[in-house]
């Protein structure tokens, strides 16, 4: 005789007496994982109107007379304004975010959108160059990155002139000091020869050897005086300010699509509410089956 398996593939009239009575005991659940879904849905609709666009901006630190070196003429002479690391943590203080979230002239339609962006993305990376610094940050619109770059290079722009202005300023009236006292020296060694020549005849040499010390000494101090007047110059020649370029052609600006993004969540949340439902469907069988298995053992 020939052998023939019955066939095990239920109808649909199995099917939806099955899973009717299953998805009615479980109509709040089912609903309120619709309504979860339809608001997670919505959200990521919504989220598609709104697009992020990242920026970077090289910072370069300027130069100024070390105080070290202004003051027991030791060290280096030119130091960076402010230590990179110093500048990285101005740009993660949450007081110095802010004020460039209030400076930044953000376009209305996504100032709202640009202020949150700017304040959790803006960071500092120090660069292989010990002066340069990476600056990045994202916002609602390329027009906000330019706009936050700008109030960027305005703040720090302000803290490192103020420091700079100090330095140059001790080096500038150390200047204009010598120089003073160089006039006056040079004036004199001019009334000094002149006495020289008036009071003594050529011929009384010991009388003018008297005189030789002192003007050897004038100019000797005079010497040393146009040295130093050399040396802050040339300080002066070497010091840079800081410098932030926010024109278009210096600012990366890239767009980010979070098209992906928002499909890979919807995706997701599709997942999650069919294992909800599946949950849902499978446990009260299986408690089902647990009862009757109690009932197997108590009747044995």
């Known amino acids: 005789m020939e052998y023939q398996l019955p066939t095990t593939a239920p109808d649909a009239r199995s099917v939806l007496k ?11 659940l089912i609903a309120a994982a619709a309504v979860l879904t339809a ?16 920026g970077r901006v090289i910072l370069t630190v300027g130069l100024a007379p070390a105080s070290d070196f202004i003051a027991q003429q030791s060290g280096p002479a030119i130091l960076p304004i402010e230590a990179p690391r110093r500048t990285i943590a101005r740009l993660s203080d949450p007081a110095f975010r802010e004020l460039i979230i209030k400076r930044a002239a953000f376009e209305p339609a996504t100032a709202s959108v640009s202020r949150s962006m700017v304040a959790s993305s803006m960071r500092g990376i120090a660069l292989d160059n010990e002066r340069n610094i990476a600056i990045e940050l994202s916002a609602g ?27 140059f300023e001790v080096v500038q009236n150390r200047i204009d000091e010598n120089k003073a006292r160089i006039a006056t020296i040079e004036t004199e060694i001019d009334e000094l020869n002149n006495r020289v020549l008036k009071s003594f005849p050529a011929a009384n040499v010991p009388a003018r050897s008297l ?8 100019i000797s101090a005079r010497h040393d005086l146009q040295s130093l007047v050399r040396n802050d110059t040339t300080l002066k020649q070497l010091s840079e300010p800081t410098v932030l370029r926010v024109e278009s052609d210096q600012v990366v600006v890239t767009h980010r699509s979070i098209e992906r993004l928002r499909t890979s969540l919807l995706a997701g949340a599709g997942m999650l509410v069919a294992m909800i439902i599946l949950t849902i469907a499978v446990n009260p069988r299986t408690r089902a089956s647990g009862r009757l298995g109690k009932i197997d053992l108590t009747e044995r």
């Open 39 to 54: 608001t997670i849905v919505f959200a990521l609709m919504s989220s598609s109107k709104i697009e992020a666009w990242s």
């Open 18 to 28: 099955f899973v009717v009575p299953v998805v009615w005991k479980s109509k709040w």
């Open 141 to 167: 619109s390329s027009a906000d990155v330019q706009s936050a770059f700008r109030a960027i290079a305005a703040e720090i722009g302000a803290a490192h002139a103020a420091i700079f202005d100090r330095q």
């Open 211 to 218: 005189i030789a010390p002192m003007l050897a000494t004038m």
